[in-house]
């Protein structure tokens, strides 16, 4: 899956929680998400629009905007991930754990999808580095 696919895909999928991802899906959507979120960033600095207090301290105004526009196609996307290799999409909770689960989230993302179809879909047929 292409870049300019992966990114489409996503954001039509926005909320779907069924079916699966396969890795490029969800590297390239990654990959957009953090260059959409720096350019937001650069953004806020270029024109001041950072907040001066509390939480929100390194945060302006387009960033929280790109993040709350973003946060459901990625974890629609991570949920999606996690059903390819075969694993409930409640996994993606153990990022509350610290630490370890941003490691263990990691490998899951990593790991190559299911070759065969499981309960979650058919097998995706995007080439041999899926």
């Known amino acids: 899956m292409t870049f300019s696919e992966s990114v489409r895909t996503c954001l039509r ?10 890795r490029s ?3 390239w959507f990654f990959l957009f998400t953090f260059l ?3 350019a937001a960033a650069l953004l806020d600095a270029i024109l001041g629009l950072d907040f001066d207090s509390g939480v929100w301290e390194s945060s302006g105004v387009f960033q929280v905007l790109t993040s709350l526009a973003l946060f ?7 949920v999606r991930r996690l059903h390819d290799i075969g694993r409930s999409g ?10 370890l689960g941003l490691v263990v989230m ?3 993302c ?4 299911d070759a065969h179809a499981n309960k979650y879909g058919e097998r995706l047929d995007w080439g ?3």
Do not use: D, H, Q
């Open 90 to 99: 409640w996994w993606v909770l153990i990022v509350l754990v610290p630490c």
């Open 13 to 22: 999928k926005y909320a779907e929680l069924s079916g699966r991802a396969g």
């Open 72 to 78: 459901l196609p990625g974890l629609a996307v991570n």
């Open 110 to 113: 990593l790991t190559r999808g």
């Open 128 to 130: 041999p580095g899926r």
């Open 36 to 38: 959409v979120s720096f």
């Open 25 to 27: 899906e969800f590297w």
């Open 106 to 108: 990691l490998v899951f």
